[in-house]
């Protein structure tokens, strides 16, 4: 039975602001407070999705969420109308309302770890939505964000989901951002990858000093025993603190994988070879052959990664067996990163084509291609079990450009979160959004 990776993209919220919320990411701190572009960010991911489809690659669509997130100000001790939470909100606490009105789940790869059925016991693919509880912006997530994933993967014969692991700094959980998964091929038993950047109940794990390490060894733990992976089916890694504290807040920052490629920066990990080893050695028992790119320090510094996001890059498949690099504009906009990724195509690696996509929107929030997109491998059954309204055809997209054009907003700055019209424009939007893709009632304001 053939199996392929399916690529569902976040499709970014109309109140997409920039904030400046994520210490940590040097992108979205460095353009706090800018105004920005909604309907341009929604559709610089939309023309990704069509892309990649044309391509020939199977691409999905996650849809974004309820904001401003009213519920979570009233939670807060906000009360009143919906209108009045809002201006109590913007009178009192501007910094929560900001956060109430985040569009980060547009970076769909921290909504949850997946799983495919050719790793777990039970045969199906397990997803567990990730907590996110280092930043209260992305905390407020999950519980959308299950109800989304269980509309789009309901059939229970072939999907299992999980809940986010507890709240607690001690089981920080981010997502497939720190997961990545290696095989033969999709449809074949492969090596899951987990990377995190502490240890909760360990001290002989170093932490970083300037940021945080948003990923802890006991979340990645608890979810490799949710999903039911074999102890020869995992392999955990730690980050290297030091480019935690350069800015590196996820692996995806500074390393991809895909199929039996690691594509990584030679400051990425502690213990580098160590780890190669053990991912070579079950990798080999399971049929593959581990093929590992190691971008040197001297030709592409951390600074130039975290700049151009290198590394948050897709890494895709061809039929024929070669890989394709999705980058962001920024990488062929800085020299040193260009120049090596030229070198790396002529050199004849398994990556042999670059292409590069307008995401400056996305980019300035701190978030590249892989942030956009989360991976599910499925076979031939478990994609045709799969919601069909989430998957992206011409007829989609073209209904979903018009939606954005109707629905969203050109300009948004920060003044503008304060407007109780904009939750009547999100909530018409998303009501609309749900029909389009055939999700149902997903949203707090649609259940309640």
Known sequence: MKSCEVNFDGLVGPTHNYGGLSY??????????????????????????????????????????ERPDVAGLRKLGFSGTDAQVIERAAKESMP????????????????????????????????????????YHRSIEHPTTSRVLSAMFADQQHFAH????????????????NHTRFSRSYGEAGVEFFVFGRAAFD???PAPQKYPARQTLEASQA????????????????????????????????AVGNGEVLFYHEDAFLN??????????????????LQAIC?????????????????????????????????????????RVWNYLQRLIADESPIREVKVFDLKQSMQNGG?????????????????????????????????????????RDRMAESDLADPQLLTECRTALDELTQHLKLGAVYPFQIN
Request: hydrophobic letters at 40%; charged letters at 20%.
């Open 368 to 408: 590249g291609p892989a942030c956009l997109r989360l991976r599910v491998a499925l076979n031939e059954t478990e994609l045709a079990a799969v919601n069909p309204g989430v998957i992206m055809t011409a007829p989609l997209y073209e209904t979903l450009t018009q939606w954005v054009d109707k629905h969203y």
């Open 162 to 177: 999980h809940a986010a692991l507890p709240a607690v700094a001690q089981f920080g959980d981010e997502g497939a951002a």
């Open 272 to 289: 580098t070879e160590h780890m190669l080893s053990e991912l070579h050695d079950k990798l080999g028992r399971r049929g593959g052959r």
């Open 203 to 205: 001290t002989r794990f």
């Open 223 to 254: 979810v490799a025993r949710l999903h039911g992976l074999s102890d020869e089916g995992v392999v955990f890694a730690q980050q290297n603190p030091a480019v935690i504290d350069q800015g590196v807040f996820h692996n995806d920052v500074i």
């Open 96 to 135: 929560l309302l900001v956060a109430s009105c985040s569009a980060s789940s547009m970076w769909v790869a921290n909504a949850a770890t997946v799983s495919p059925s050719a790793d777990t016991a039970d045969g199906r693919v397990h997803f567990t939505a990730a907590n996110l509880n280092c930043k």
């Open 24 to 65: 940590g990411n040097v992108a979205s701190q460095s353009n706090c407070q800018q105004s920005s572009n909604p309907r341009e960010a929604a559709l610089q991911g939309l023309a990704k999705m069509k892309a990649l489809m044309d391509m020939g690659f199977t691409q999905g669509v996650l849809a974004p969420q």
């Open 295 to 335: 971008v040197p320090r001297t030709e592409v510094g951390v600074e130039d990664a975290v700049r151009s996001y290198l590394f948050n890059s897709q890494l895709l498949s061809r039929p024929d067996g070669s890989m394709l690099l999705i980058v962001p504009e920024e990488c062929r906009g800085n020299e």
